[in-house]
């Protein structure tokens, strides 16, 4: 609950920034009556001047608004959506990782100096997936060691799990971008034809303008795609990153018990 609430507190922001930025654009516009031009040179010059200008951002927005709201405001919502949840997994895998060597020596010296109990403290005020494997291997370290490399084994897999908590979303949105673009693409053209028919003319002026908007659908839903594939490819190296070091951690944790349960037999 508190990771769909953080979701959708970081999806509002989104939003919300959105919407500001695009009103300060508009108060920054100047109504066209209340300045007059004399000469129609100036008027010229300052709309070429306006167009050399206008960056990147400006040329997206007016791309954006002329592709229409239909299909445009359900692919921007999408790459916010898939924002939003990438941005909630990446600082749960950052806040996830841990330093793997540092934790198995910090374990093994409280394992030689004061048991498994002083292990399990070490575990407990370390976070990460790591130390709580650790944490479930040593709880049921008394019991044998077959035991506990279940236990570790078994709290793996629900923590694998918790890394790959609405992963799947994002990679729902990026398939979903691009065809939610296609279609709209399709129905532009379908459009476009009516047009013609309606006409009964092949006239240029009838479609050019329906095609183009078609194109911007797809456009900008291969721009989110191409935006939260950066993103899903990251997140998938992390989560793989740290499965290796849970395992690599696990392999030491039991060859660490093993030594341990030989040395309380001599």
Known sequence: MKRLFSILVIAAIMVLGAVNLNAANSGNTLPGNTVTF????????????EEETAGFHQELKRRFIEGGPEFMGIVLLCLILGLAIAIERIIFLNLSTTNTKKLARDVEDALKSGGVEAAKEVCRNTRGPVASIYYQGLDRADESVEAAEKAVVAYGGVQMGQLEKNVSWVSLF?????????????????QAFDRIEAAGDMQPSLVA??????????????????????????????????????????????????????????
């Open 174 to 190: 990026i398939a979903l971008a691009p065809m939610l673009g296609f279609m709209g693409t399709v129905i532009g053209m379908i």
């Open 209 to 266: 303008g329906g095609i183009k908007v078609a194109l911007l659908t797809t456009v900008f839903g291969l721009i989110v795609a191409i935006i939260l594939q950066i993103f899903y490819n990251y997140i998938i190296a992390k989560i793989d990153s740290i499965v290796n070091d849970m395992e690599d951690a696990s392999i030491l944790l039991i060859d660490m018990l093993v030594e341990y349960k030989n040395k309380k037999r001599i």
């Open 38 to 49: 004399v000469q129609q040179d100036d008027d010229a010059a300052g709309d070429v001047g």
